[in-house]
């Protein structure tokens, strides 16, 4: 199965804009970049996902890079809330229907 | 209330000793799994299942088993709890009946101590 690579953790400061990187050099023309959130003390919870092209809703932006090898997960204006270990996962052909999550960024926000 | 519900929250057991964890869910989803996670580490996948007769290993399957007793329930046993076992357990559905899009949702969670 495809890996990524995320930052251990990251810094920011209360409504700035975040950008959480991850490396997936090796995905696969069918895998889907998904982003995860877990904040403390709660289960983990949907962000976003993408395929190709970049993808914006609610929560975040998800930008991916034209090889997708690479994607960032954007907070437009972090909040205190914000604050969480963030995850970026490859899913699709073996591991289809399955996420598997690493150990992902831990994201800090300072007010 | 939750719509993903595990049971209990909290357990604290001993070595040997037969441990069930269960996860209940309103959502009519039909996909349901278990994860555990340690302290700094992600979450890993015990077992998944697809629908009620498809259950599947993930990577840590050994020492554990399941049974998806109907569409909404899932249980995750311990048939004899060792301490490295000891763990925060995630229980996650999610809904493939319109097309997979890779959202799981998640129960709060059941934290077990093993002595």
């Known amino acids: 199965d495809a890996k990524t690579t995320q930052p251990n953790s990251m810094e920011s400061n209360e409504e700035e804009p975040v950008h959480l990187p991850c490396n997936h050099s090796?995905?696969?023309?069918?895998?889907?970049i998904h982003w995860y959130r877990q904040l403390p003390s709660q289960g983990p919870e949907y962000v976003i996902h993408?395929?190709?092209s970049n993808v914006n809703n609610r929560m975040a932006s998800l930008a991916i890079a034209e090889d997708r090898k690479s994607s960032t997960l954007i907070l437009h204006r972090a909040t205190l809330r914000d604050a969480a270990v963030y995850y970026c996962i490859l899913e699709g052909g073996t591991s289809y229907g399955k996420l598997t999550f690493g150990q992902g960024t831990i994201l800090t926000v300072h007010p | 209330d939750a719509d993903v519900t595990q049971t209990p929250r909290n357990r604290i057991t001993k070595t040997g000793k037969r441990i069930m964890l269960e996860c209940s869910q309103t959502k009519g989803h039909d996909r349901m799994y278990w994860y555990r996670q340690d302290p700094g580490l992600g979450l890993r996948l015990i077992y998944y299942?697809?629908?009620?007769?498809?259950?599947n290993k993930g990577e840590i399957s050994d020492g554990y088993s399941v049974s998806r007793q109907a569409q909404a329930k899932f249980s995750l046993s311990l048939e004899s709890a060792i301490p490295n076992q000891t763990a925060l357990y995630f229980c996650a559905t999610s809904d493939s009946r319109q097309g997979w899009t890779g959202e799981l949702f998640f129960g709060e969670g059941s934290r077990l101590t093993v002595l």
């Open positions: 299942s697809f629908d009620v007769k498809d259950i």
């Open positions: 090796t995905i696969s023309g069918t895998d889907y």
């Open positions: 993408g395929l190709t």
